[in-house]
């Protein structure tokens, strides 16, 4: 048996190798505290892609159209919203509005597991259907804690 | 240092030398195996490999919360942690690191005290609860530091609070021990704790990709929606006073650890005292049967094996799985990866009909390869066995027909449950009994080749017959399992290309069987 194979089954070797791998786990803790950033990329909601018939369904109600909605249709509105904030407004933000209570668990995931800009297209979509006031509470302390300061200026009233 | 031990009662020339013994069988003893599956002959220790374990779970733990939750909650989960994985250490090392009956018959008889014996296993035990705490206290502490909302005092007052907790988790555990059973825990009890660390590392790797990869906001939402019961876990404000700096939580907790040690302590003096008095020869000794196979079944599995040789080898690998929960443990591990794959295919929506031909319908099939493939790991564990002496009895037997029967054995014991079980899934998902049946008539044909393939490669020796020590790994078996999970995955494809019909897929069953055949006829 080589030297420090026999070193290293004796007890002496053994607190050696415990010793330098708790220095050695220490270093790598310490080291990936400092990466906060590159966890935090790993935060974002990958809805699917948008589909154009999404688009017509939010133009239809944007133009004040009065449409049914069910569970599907509001997700997919929800993802258009999140991904392309732009291409819809107010009509929508009032139909997802009318089911309160899906649209304030929705955002509370949002604010959450989403990126940036998804928690401020969120925060936006909750106050344009003037609904969820206890969510964005309790994400104002969150993001006052945590940040970003971009959310946390919008949280700001 | 001298002049504390005598102020304490304790006599410090035998108190030095039960330490020094002490740990010094806790850096190369063979008991920490219970937990980390390590064997006598391996260079490293079990011991490191405890902590190697924790420093796992620790890690994995942060990675999972890391940015994703407030340093309160963060704080709480890793305490938590600790202290799930102390209590569970001290349970399954507690004769070991704490309370060995077996003391009496080495010191019993010496005047050793039992202020100096109980000082002597007390602090051992503090050494074995500061290497856990250390473990758990590292990826925490550093990592923890990066959070947004966290300050410089967390570098200080996470480790205090992490101690405080190991501490009183391993001083709770010892008091409820010593002043009840002085045996300690049963043996069940330590096997389910020992199986603790294992599983929260499994639990960890898979739920937490779970966690991410559904989109459903997981982790970050639990904070926000606690159970009512959980503000009554003593480690909730522990974690609110790390991220406030509130200090007096932590000094009360610190001087709850303090007390439990004190009284725990006390409890260990006790034991000692009680178990003194009882002289190790008038200890009842129970001794249970070990269990046996069933003989009711071996004509029918003689006359369906083709004979009565391999029905014997049948019946005797059946009876030392019966036995042998070691041998059992390896066997059983092998099927984490098609299992993870089994769960989460369906919680991630990632299990449609493989008729689909979707990317969707990839994870079912995927599932049937994946334990194709692990059955060279399962029969090279096989190969060993503790009982590995009466391995004689089998090379007799050993040969064509020897190897079917042991290879119906782990098919029928390990893998055609879990076929049943999948296809029953299956069935249960798709809302298609008759393309769910398919699916497992196609797996089973699939095992049965792949089994019979891999049976001729690495069953030329008798099974059973190697120390436990080489089975541990897989040693000479890297190039079968290579081979065999390369020719798992090609007929996965094929089978895929197949499935939109099911007499094409029916066909592709047989060819299998048939192919099995001609394995067997032409190799042996």
Redesign the interface.
């Known amino acids: 048996m080589s030297a420090w194979?026999q070193r290293?089954?004796s007890?002496r070797g053994?607190?050696q190798?415990?010793a330098a791998?708790?220095l050695g786990?220490?270093v790598?803790?310490?080291?990936?505290?400092?990466?906060?950033a590159f966890?935090?990329r790993?935060?974002v909601?990958?809805?699917p892609p948008v589909e154009a018939a999404t688009r017509r369904l939010a133009t239809r109600l944007d133009g004040g159209e009065r449409v049914d909605l069910d569970s599907a249709d509001r997700t997919r509105l929800y993802e258009l919203w999140l991904q392309e904030p732009g291409s819809a407004g107010a009509g929508v933000a009032q139909a997802l509005g009318e089911a309160s209570d899906w649209l304030c668990a929705r955002v509370?995931?949002?604010l959450?597991?989403g990126s940036t800009a998804q928690r401020l297209a969120a925060i936006d979509l909750a106050q344009r259907a003037e609904q969820c006031t206890p969510v964005l509470d309790?994400a104002r302390e969150?993001a006052r804690?945590?940040?970003p300061a971009e959310v946390l200026d919008a949280l700001n009233p | 240092m001298e002049a504390l031990l005598r102020w304490l009662g304790v006599q410090p020339r035998p108190f030095r030398a039960l330490l020094r013994t002490f740990v010094a069988l806790d850096l190369r003893g063979q008991f920490y195996g219970l937990a980390t599956g390590a064997k006598a002959g391996e260079l490293v220790s079990p011991l490191y490999w405890v902590v190697g374990q924790m420093l796992t779970v620790s890690l994995l733990l942060t990675a999972l919360m890391q940015g994703r939750v407030e340093a309160w909650f963060y704080a709480f989960a890793s305490l938590s942690a600790t202290a799930v994985m102390v209590f569970s250490a001290v349970v399954v090392e507690f004769q070991e690191a704490a309370f060995d009956p077996k003391d009496i018959t080495v010191v019993g008889h010496r005047p050793v005290s039992s202020r100096t014996w109980s000082l002597a296993r007390g602090l051992n035990l503090s050494l074995y609860v500061a290497l856990i705490g250390v473990a758990m206290t590292l990826f925490p502490t550093g990592m923890g530091l990066g959070l947004r909302d966290t300050e410089v005092r967390w570098l200080w007052l996470f480790p205090w609070a992490n101690a405080v907790v190991a501490v009183g988790t391993a001083a709770l555990a010892l008091t409820v021990y010593a002043s009840g059973s002085v045996a300690g825990p049963g043996e069940n009890l330590k096997k389910v704790a020992a199986w603790v660390q294992i599983l929260a590392i499994m639990a960890l790797f898979y739920g937490g990709q779970l966690m991410l990869r559904d989109g459903s906001g997981g982790i970050g939402l639990v904070p926000l929606h606690l159970d009512p019961w959980v503000s009554y876990v003593p480690t909730l404000p522990l974690g609110h006073a790390v991220a406030d700096g509130a200090l007096r939580p932590l000094f009360l907790g610190t001087s709850v650890s303090t007390l439990l040690t004190v009284v725990a302590w006390a409890a260990l003096r006790r034991a000692w005292e009680r178990v003194s008095r009882v002289r190790s020869t008038d200890r009842e000794v129970r001794v249970s049967a070990p269990p046996r196979a069933g003989t009711l079944s071996r004509p029918l599995v003689a006359r369906l094996l083709g004979g009565r040789r391999p029905a014997a080898v049948h019946a005797l690998v059946r009876t030392v799985l019966a036995r042998d929960s070691e041998l059992r443990a390896r066997l059983v591990t092998v099927l984490a990866m098609p299992a993870a794959a089994a769960v989460l295919g369906p919680l991630t929506a990632q299990y449609a009909p493989p008729s689909q031909q979707s990317t969707t319908s990839v994870l079912p099939l995927a599932t049937v390869a994946l334990l194709a493939s692990t059955l060279p790991t399962a029969m090279h564990a096989l190969k060993a066995s503790r009982d590995h002496r009466a391995a004689w009895r089998l090379a007799e037997v050993w040969g064509p027909s020897g190897r079917s029967g042991a290879r119906t054995a782990l098919l029928s014991w390990l893998y055609w449950p879990f076929v049943l079980a999948h296809a029953g899934l299956c069935a249960w998902w798709w809302s298609a009994p008759v393309e769910a049946a398919l699916h497992g008539l196609v797996g089973l044909a699939l095992l049965d080749f792949v089994s019979r393939l891999a049976a001729h490669s690495l069953w030329v020796r008798p099974i059973l017959s190697v120390p436990p020590v080489r089975g541990g790994t897989l040693g000479g078996a890297l190039g079968v399992v290579a081979g065999v999970g390369a020719l798992a995955s090609v007929l996965g494809g094929l089978w895929f290309a197949v499935a939109p019909w099911p007499l094409a897929t029916a066909g592709f069953a047989a060819l299998l069987a048939v192919a099995g055949q001609f394995v067997d006829r032409e190799i042996r």
Do not use: D
Not at chain 1, 28 to 36: D, E, I, K, S, V
């Open positions: 194979k290293l089954r007890p053994q607190v190798l415990m791998t708790l786990a220490a790598f803790a310490g080291a990936l505290g400092t990466q906060q966890f935090e790993y935060i909601e990958k809805p509370e995931r949002s959450v597991a309790a969150r804690a945590m940040g």
